[in-house]
């Protein structure tokens, strides 16, 4: 029988909308809202945050537009993250840049999260980054607790070495069931190190953070990053099809089963990155733009 660290699997939609930039989107409330019911009709259900994101603002802006309509809550899954300490303004308490995973922050930072977010639950916690000082029993009876008291349905990690993650799951009894990590077409490390190896291995949902190298892909003018564009174009051009579907669809053929999160605000461009689902591409293709951006053939 083959072993796996969860065998239900990350209940989330095949692509993930975040909202890290979300305070520079110049939205209103109900342009908010109106934009995250698109996202719903397109089925892009799962929607990613971290408390820090936007200096703090940005989980409390998604909120405000959740307030109008608490019905969609019913219809959505939130993932956000915790773990990361920055200095700001609106947390004068903090005074370094740094990591905090002691049972009370995250307690802290899961209660803070709820409020903003106005809603009664979190579907995934994430730690954002990996601690040297995290201990994983402390970190495990939060979650415990987290769980026992309906605060938050599963967990994950972000940024995690196979390593890292296997020492925190070998103090939980509740599977862990995502690891958010950079992958792209520019940020290839997670193929070659074990990562996605590791995440295959035990039926772990990868969620892809910037799958659109920060928008490198687009506006990048290095030699490497001109050599992917040429190729991704050649090919979206060949499928006629689009520069960032082909992008999409080249992490979406991985086995491992990648969820891409995407970042933008304007809906048009993720109706479009949603049609990537339906793209597969070629062996020959998903390779050449695997050796262009290696800059070598395979071996």
Same mark, same amino acid.
């Given at each position: 029988?083959?072993?796996?660290?969860?065998?239900?699997?990350?209940?989330?939609? %095949?692509?993930?909308?975040?909202?890290?930039? +979300?305070?520079?989107? &110049?939205?209103?409330?109900?342009?908010? #809202?109106?934009?995250?019911?698109?996202?719903?009709?397109?089925?892009?259900?799962?929607?990613?945050? *971290?408390? $820090?994101?936007?200096?703090?603002?940005?989980?409390? #802006?998604?909120?405000?537009? #959740?307030?109008?309509?608490?019905?969609?809550?019913?219809?959505?899954?939130?993932?956000?993250?915790?773990?990361?300490?920055?200095?700001?303004?609106?947390?004068?308490?903090?005074?370094?840049?740094?990591?905090?995973?002691?049972?009370?922050? /995250?307690?802290?930072?899961? &209660? %803070?999260?709820? =409020?903003?977010?106005?809603?009664?639950? $979190?579907?995934?916690?994430?730690?954002?980054?990996?601690?040297?000082?995290? &201990? =994983?029993?402390?970190? *495990?009876? =939060?979650?415990?607790?987290?769980?026992?008291?309906?605060?938050?349905?599963?967990?994950?990690?972000?940024?995690?070495?196979?390593?890292?993650?296997?020492?925190?799951?070998? %103090?939980?009894?509740?599977?862990? $069931?995502?690891?958010?990590?950079? @992958?792209?077409? @520019?940020?290839?490390?997670?193929?070659?190190?074990?990562?996605?190896?590791?995440?295959?291995?035990?039926?772990?949902?990868?969620?892809?953070?910037?799958?659109?190298?920060?928008?490198? @892909?687009?506006?990048?003018?290095?030699?490497?990053?001109?050599?992917?564009?040429?190729?991704?174009?050649?090919?979206?051009?060949?499928?006629?099809?689009?520069?960032?579907?082909?992008?999409? =669809?080249?992490? #979406?053929?991985?086995?491992?089963? /990648? +969820?891409?999160?995407?970042?933008?605000?304007?809906?048009? %461009?993720?109706?479009?990155?949603?049609? *990537?689902?339906?793209?597969?591409?070629?062996?020959?293709?998903?390779?050449?733009?695997? /050796?262009?951006?290696?800059?070598?053939?395979?071996?």
């Amino acid at each position: 029988m083959r072993h796996q660290y969860h065998p239900l699997g990350f209940e989330g939609s %095949r692509i993930a909308q975040g909202f890290w930039r +979300c305070h520079e989107w &110049d939205m209103s409330v109900s342009e908010r #809202l109106d934009f995250i019911l698109s996202c719903l009709d397109l089925g892009v259900t799962t929607f990613d945050h *971290a408390d $820090i994101y936007g200096d703090y603002r940005c989980e409390g #802006l998604f909120g405000e537009a #959740l307030a109008k309509k608490p019905a969609m809550r019913d219809k959505m899954e939130i993932v956000t993250k915790c773990g990361i300490l920055l200095p700001s303004e609106s947390r004068p308490d903090i005074s370094v840049h740094r990591y905090d995973y002691r049972a009370k922050h /995250i307690h802290e930072s899961v &209660d %803070r999260s709820l =409020a903003n977010l106005q809603c009664d639950y $979190i579907d995934t916690l994430l730690l954002h980054r990996p601690s040297p000082l995290m &201990d =994983a029993d402390e970190v *495990a009876q =939060a979650f415990d607790l987290l769980f026992t008291l309906g605060k938050v349905k599963h967990f994950g990690v972000s940024n995690f070495t196979p390593a890292q993650f296997d020492l925190l799951q070998s %103090r939980l009894d509740a599977p862990l $069931i995502v690891n958010q990590i950079e @992958l792209s077409p @520019l940020s290839l490390a997670p193929f070659e190190d074990g990562t996605l190896d590791h995440l295959q291995q035990h039926a772990v949902t990868p969620m892809a953070w910037s799958p659109l190298a920060g928008g490198e @892909l687009f506006r990048g003018n290095g030699d490497r990053i001109v050599r992917v564009k040429e190729v991704v174009s050649d090919i979206a051009k060949s499928m006629k099809v689009n520069f960032d579907q082909v992008v999409i =669809a080249w992490l #979406l053929r991985h086995p491992s089963g /990648i +969820c891409p999160v995407m970042g933008s605000g304007k809906i048009e %461009r993720l109706a479009s990155v949603c049609q *990537a689902a339906n793209i597969v591409l070629s062996d020959d293709d998903w390779f050449k733009i695997w /050796i262009t951006s290696q800059g070598h053939p395979v071996p």
